[in-house]
């Protein structure tokens, strides 16, 4: 007999997640988290009660441990993941055939309005990194030369451009330079020239064209469209410089002359890139997004609290962390809200919960679309199961601030930016607002990278980190297997954003990932 097949994490669970594959007749005994204060005797003896497994139940999979009438909740993490559909019997699988969000209580979660200002304490042994420290103070940890495009249709001499410096020998005598690349985009006309769909895309450009692991940019327009180039830099507050230039398809001579020109701005541009060097930084600046796809059962066990480890040490050193992808807190807004430093924070949250409701809601779908057919089969069941295991990423810090889609980050420490859950375009506005490391967490493996920003791939256990090892770094694993705690992977994966932002290459860099994630988001009709 085995007993630790199961994993029950709080006292006040009503399910335990499968460490293993589970067969009918099988006995188990889900080991608990101790309750704050009970005597371990009790404890103890709670874990000896024997659950009888009814049916198979896959790994990652969830098994009631106790009887849950229809009508209950259901209970994950301390918190409701969903109601029973019908009368659950322990020993059962629990899943989205069982466990659905229809009546759902009104306050399923933790109401609270407190707020909380507890400010990081900051080591003694100060770290640093090494990175690119720009003309204006900011600092890079990748040296690119970016070619940027105001509009879809200057996207193929964007790429052609950047095709020009794609052989490593052309940039060979360019050591400090990692690469030309060409971000291209679906929109910039066929819009209103105002509104948030105008407003997102310009606070993304400008993102992109001032962010500091460029260390020069190209930026090419048709000439026609709605985002025109001149009026994106004069509201930028931008001109043509030794490290920035810009021109029109249509004020160049088409498409031939625009390569050809292209192609010579960016020869002068590589002698004033491949001037900059690494120096020594401290960890505030840095600004560390945080990700998660392809999540699975073990998501909010392993990976996404190990990050949130690091986050919480890259804090602790005047660090930056950007979470994001507001459909995924959804359910779990309540943790957020309650660290939020004040009330102003807590209802900038609670606005963008309410947008996102009406918006879903005019375009005929709910936020439980999520999770998607992968989460399913990892054992995710409702997004309030999801949003509570990734909202762990965000570590425990006090939420500073809560910010628009590619809005550039005002205050330090951790905040939220608003964005889909689709990762490519939740990507797209971390690094506008300033990110410049990424962490992705994934349980049923990703394929992702994203230039010009290092991404760093943690898987939450080991068989898919085994099956994809070319692809992810760190695996998050080794805590459900017993081999390491929390604190020590949270610590690894620290040590680990000092060295990649210090130049140490990641999976996805050196697979050539990041030339194709560019992806921001599309508000609004396209006419």
Sequence with gaps: MKVNKTLRLDSADNVAVALTDLQPGELVSPPKAPTQGAHPEAESAASAIMLEIREQIPMMHKVAVTAISQGDTITKFGQVIGVAAVDILPGSH??????????????FGSSTDAVMAKV??????????????RANGRVGTRNFIGILTSVNCSATVAKQIAAAFSHPAVLQDYPNVDGVIALTHESGCGMRAAGEGFDALTRTLEGYVTHPNFGGVLMVGLGCETMQVQGFLSRAGLQDSATFSSFNIQEVGGTRAAIEKGVERVKTLLTAVNAQS?????????????????????????????????????VQHGGNVIYSETPEIFGAEHLLKAR??????????????????????????????????????????????????????????????????AEQ???????????????????????????????????????????????????????????????????????????????EVGAEIFEAIIAIASGEQTKSETLGYGDSEFCPWKIGAVV
């Excluded at 629990?94 to 306050?107: D, F, I, K, T």
């Excluded at 963008?352 to 989460?375: K, M, V």
Aim: proline fraction near 6%; charged fraction near 15%; aromatic fraction near 8%.
């Design 409 to 487: 980050r005002k205050t330090r420490g951790l905040v939220f930016m608003d964005s889909p859950g689709y990762d490519p375009v939740s990507v797209t506005g971390q690094v506008a607002s300033g990110a410049n490391i990424i962490g992705f967490t994934t349980g049923r493996g990703s394929a992702f990278g994203f230039k010009p920003v290092p991404c760093f791939k943690l898987s939450s256990n080991t068989r898919v980190y085994d099956f994809m090892k070319d692809d992810i770094d760190i695996n998050c694993g080794t805590i459900i297997d017993g081999e390491q705690t929390l604190t």
């Design 340 to 405: 939020a430093v004040n009330a102003d924070v807590a209802a900038k949250l609670s606005e963008r919960i309410d947008w996102w409701q009406a918006y879903t809601r005019a375009n005929g779908f709910e936020l439980n679309n999520n999770p998607s057919p992968g989460n399913k089969a990892g054992g995710l069941s409702t997004i309030l199961e999801k949003s509570l295991g990734a909202q762990a990423k965000g570590g425990t810090s006090p939420l500073t601030d809560v910010l628009l889609y």
């Design 94 to 107: 629990v899943h989205y055939h069982n466990c659905v969000l229809e009546g759902l209580p009104a306050n």
């Design 120 to 133: 990081p304490t900051t080591p003694a042994n100060q770290r640093f990194f090494r990175g690119f420290r």
């Design 278 to 314: 690494r120096q020594q930084c401290p960890l505030a600046e840095l600004t560390l997004a945080v990700q998660c796809g392809g999540s699975d059962g073990f998501s909010g066990i392993t990976a996404n609290p190990a990050l949130g480890v690091a986050a919480d040490l890259l």
